[in-house]
């Protein structure tokens, strides 16, 4: 090591003083940089092999230097490989920058296992995110499973048969694609002519029995709620003329849609007085 051929041309006295200088500065005081640290690791490579060199000509650089790498090596927080290397140099320069087996090889079996030890935990940081990369991979594949899944599912229900009752779906399921489109056929018939259906009243009345309805005392009289049902009513249906409260029976009281009065009709023929058993028939529900 004391001969300056033994040096590689890459790394020389100066190159190595350069690198000193600028680090002396910045190792005071953490945190370091990755900049830093990365120059610090370069200059311990240089040491081992110009520490001498060094030694002679800028040994004060020297002494402050091992200060401040003692100060390094003992902060748990720099990466352990860097440390030893630093370790490593405080060592070397202690024993005057000559090499020993001993020292050598104690270094060397502790810059393996740390590489060990740094090549298994990457990998398993890697493991960990091959798992959980698939893991997100099979996530995303179920829920396109299930998106794909209630897609298909909107589109089975197009396709299914089916008959539509007050806004509910009533599918048809059958073996037979014939024989569904004839029940869907009969199922819409069926509905369609239920909710057209009116009812219908088996009471009725002829023209007679109408005119003695009208001529009666309780014909007279207004409906419960006649003026919400008046509304209802079409308009040749209602009175022209309302009658007065206190007076009496107005001209045009029985005037049906057809124009006839009914005291024309009623002095065309006699009315008789209203047979017992002819229903009269008042809205109470309205």
């Known amino acids: 090591m ?85 370790l490593e140099v405080i060592e070397l320069r202690t024993l005057g920058w000559k090499s020993n087996e001993g020292v050598d090889n104690y270094y060397k079996e502790r810059f393996t296992q740390f590489e060990e030890s740094r090549k298994k935990e990457q990998e398993r940081k890697e493991a960990k995110a091959v798992r959980s990369r698939d893991a997100d991979v099979k996530k995303l594949r179920e829920n396109q499973s299930g998106t794909k899944s209630s897609d298909q599912e909107q589109v089975d229900e197009k396709d299914k048969i089916f008959v539509t009752v007050n806004g509910v779906k009533l599918f ?21 002519n239920q909710s057209m259906a009116l009812p219908t009243s088996k009471m009725k009345y002829t023209r007679t029995d109408l005119l003695t309805l009208a001529s009666s005392t309780m014909a007279k009289e207004a409906p419960l709620n006649w003026d919400k049902l008046a509304k209802t009513l079409p308009n040749f249906l209602l009175q022209k003329k309302r009658r007065k409260r206190g007076s009496g029976p107005s001209p045009n009281a029985n005037q049906v849609g057809s124009g006839d009065s009914s005291q024309s009709l009623m002095s065309k023929q006699k009315i008789s007085a209203l047979p017992e058993n002819l229903p009269i028939i008042r809205n109470f529900g309205m």
């Open 172 to 192: 048809i399921s059958s073996t037979s694609l014939e024989l569904s489109a004839c029940a869907k056929k009969f199922l819409e018939n069926h509905f369609s």
């Open 2 to 86: 004391d001969s300056s051929s033994q040096v590689p041309m890459q790394i020389s006295t100066s190159s190595v003083l350069l690198q000193l200088e600028q680090l002396l500065p910045l190792l005071p005081s953490g945190p370091y940089s990755p900049s830093t640290l990365s120059l610090l690791a370069t200059l311990c490579t240089g040491l081992k092999l110009v520490g001498p060199m060094m030694e002679r000509n800028h040994k004060d650089k020297l002494d402050t230097l091992q200060t401040l790498l003692t100060k390094i090596c003992q902060d748990r927080d720099l990466d352990l490989v860097l440390r030893l290397q630093v």
